[in-house]
C-alpha cells in the first residue's frame, strides 16, 4: 500500500509540474492605454487557463534602451515586448523577431493598411498594433469663429500663421498655437520631421547625405521659431505632448498639432475645460502633402529568442483583437478605447457616437505613407524618421540643437549647421559613403 501511496504521490507532483502555468513576461509603456490592458489582463487569463502575465511597465525611454538591449544582445527576458514603427522594420528584417501568425477569427485585414503595412517586412507582420495615430490640427472653434476664420480641413501653414495670429490673446491666457520643443527624436523632431517633409525637404538623399543645411530644412525651421516665438507659450523649448496637453485642456492653446490620440482627452469633459469648443483638421501643408502628418503605433511583438512563442501568440491576438476593443469599450467606456489600428472601430456605433474626432483621425493615419513620405526621393522608410539604426542618435541630436534654436540660445543657421556635421560624422561613422 505504502508503494502505491508514493507512486500516486510521485505522478501527482509530474502531472502538477506538467500544469505548472507559463509566465509570459511582457514589457510595456506607462502609458493610460497600457496599464488599462493591464487590468483587463485577468479576462485573458481566465479564456487561458495555464498561461499567467508578469508585467514590467517602464516609462518611454527606459523601455525602448531595455528592449533594445535584450533584443541585441538574445538576453531573453521578454516574451512580449512594445515596440513602435521605428524598430519594427529595422528588428524584421534582422531576425530579431518571431513573424506573428493569425487566425480567421484575429481578421488581419481588419487592420488599418497604414498600420498593417508599417508594421510588416517583406509582407510578413511582426508586430501587431494595440493603438495607432497621425497628427491633425486641434484647435479651438469658438475663437475661430470669434475671430471670423472658417478653418479648412486641409489647412495650410501660412492660414494657420495667420490665425495664430487672429487669436493670440496672452493677457487673456491664450496663447495662438502650441507646438512641441522639448528634444528627442520622438519629441520635437518627430513634428520638425513633418513640418520639413512638407517644406519639400528630407533626412538624406539617395546617397545616404544628410540634408540638414538645405533649403526646405532652413524655411522649416525659420518658419517654426518665428512662429513660436511671437504667438507660442513662454518655454515652448521645454513643452512635450504631456506640457501641451496639459495647457490645452486648461483653455491656453488656440492650436495644437499633434498626436490623435489627444483628441480623446481634450474632448473628455473630465479633463478639459475646452471639451466642448474642439474642432479638428488635417494637418497643415506648405509645398507638398506627402509627409505632412506622422505615422506611429505602439505595437505588440515577439523576440526571436522567446520559448514562449505559442503563449505569446495568444497573447497578442487578444490584446489587439476587435474583441479587446469591444471589451474597454464595455469596462472602461467607448470614449476610452485604443484607436488607430482597425476599420471596425471607424463603422463602429457606440464609438462614433462618443468620439467627434473619428473622421479626422481616421483620414490622417489613412493618409500616412511611410514608404512615401517626401517630395524628393529617399532612400530610407519613415514620416518622421527614417528607420535605420543610426537615426535614434543623430536624431537625439538634432532634437537639442532645434530646442537651443528655439530658445534663442543659438541662431537657426548655426543649430542646423552644427545638426549636419554631426549626422554626417554619425553616416561616415556607419559606412554609409566616405
Given at each position: ?20 502555468d ?32 508578469k ?44 513573424e ?6 484575429y481578421?488581419?485585414?481588419d487592420?488599418?493598411?497604414a498600420?498593417?503595412?508599417?508594421l ?24 475661430a469663429?470669434?475671430?471670423?476664420v ?15 495670429a487672429?487669436i ?72 512635450s ?12 492653446c ?12 481634450i ?14 483638421a488635417?494637418?497643415p ?43 474597454v ?14 476599420k ?64 534663442g ?5 548655426e ?20
Amino acid at each position: 500500500m505504502k508503494l502505491k501511496a508514493s507512486l500516486a504521490l510521485a505522478f501527482g507532483l509530474l502531472a502538477a509540474v506538467a500544469h505548472a502555468d507559463t509566465e509570459l513576461v511582457v514589457a510595456t509603456v506607462n502609458n493610460g492605454h497600457m496599464i488599462e490592458m493591464q487590468k483587463l489582463t485577468k479576462h485573458f487569463e481566465a479564456a487561458n487557463p495555464g498561461i499567467k502575465v508578469k508585467w514590467v511597465t517602464l516609462e518611454e525611454g527606459v523601455l525602448r534602451q531595455r528592449v533594445t538591449t535584450d533584443i541585441a544582445t538574445k538576453g531573453g527576458q521578454f516574451d512580449v515586448m512594445t515596440i513602435g514603427m521605428y524598430e519594427t522594420p529595422i528588428w524584421g528584417k534582422k531576425g530579431w523577431l518571431t513573424e506573428l501568425k493569425t487566425d480567421a477569427a484575429y481578421d488581419v485585414d481588419d487592420l488599418l493598411p497604414a498600420m498593417r503595412n508599417g508594421l510588416s517586412v517583406g509582407g510578413k507582420l511582426f508586430a501587431a498594433p494595440f493603438y495607432g495615430e497621425s497628427s491633425m490640427l486641434m484647435y479651438r472653434k469658438d475663437l475661430a469663429d470669434k475671430a471670423g476664420v472658417k478653418v479648412s480641413d486641409h489647412p495650410t501653414w501660412a492660414q494657420v500663421k495667420e490665425l495664430a495670429a487672429k487669436i493670440h490673446d496672452p493677457k487673456k491666457g491664450v496663447y495662438g498655437i502650441c507646438l512641441r520643443g522639448k528634444p528627442g527624436w520622438g519629441d520635437n523632431m518627430a513634428f520638425l520631421s513633418t513640418l520639413v517633409n512638407t517644406h519639400g525637404g528630407q533626412w538624406f538623399d539617395m546617397n545616404w547625405k544628410p540634408q540638414l543645411e538645405s533649403k526646405p530644412w532652413k524655411e522649416s525651421i525659420n518658419f517654426y521659431v518665428d512662429l513660436l516665438k511671437n504667438y507660442g507659450p513662454p518655454g515652448s523649448a521645454a513643452n512635450s505632448f504631456n506640457e501641451i496637453l496639459a495647457l490645452y485642456n486648461e483653455g491656453k492653446c488656440g492650436m495644437w498639432i499633434d498626436a490623435t490620440i489627444a483628441a480623446s482627452f481634450i474632448t473628455d469633459p473630465k479633463q478639459s475645460k475646452v471639451a466642448d469648443k474642439v474642432a479638428f483638421a488635417q494637418a497643415p501643408t506648405a509645398v507638398t502633402p506627402k509627409g505632412a502628418n506622422w505615422l506611429w503605433a505602439w505595437a505588440l511583438a515577439i523576440p526571436a529568442g522567446s520559448q514562449k512563442s505559442a503563449e505569446a501568440q495568444k497573447f497578442i491576438s487578444w490584446a489587439t483583437s476587435k474583441d479587446y476593443i469591444n471589451l474597454v469599450g464595455k469596462e472602461v467606456g467607448w470614449g476610452n478605447i485604443p484607436t488607430g489600428t482597425r476599420k471596425s472601430t471607424y463603422t463602429h456605433a457606440e464609438f462614433l457616437k462618443v468620439a467627434k474626432f473619428a473622421a479626422a483621425e481616421k483620414a490622417a493615419i489613412d493618409s500616412a505613407n511611410p514608404a512615401d513620405s517626401t517630395l524628393p526621393k529617399s532612400p530610407y522608410v519613415g514620416v518622421q524618421f527614417a528607420a535605420i539604426p543610426e537615426f535614434q542618435a543623430i536624431g537625439t541630436t538634432v532634437g537639442q540643437h532645434m530646442s537651443a534654436a528655439l530658445a534663442g540660445k543659438t541662431s537657426v543657421d548655426e543649430a542646423l549647421k552644427a545638426s549636419q556635421v554631426a549626422a554626417d560624422r554619425e553616416m561616415k561613422k556607419a559606412g554609409y559613403y566616405k
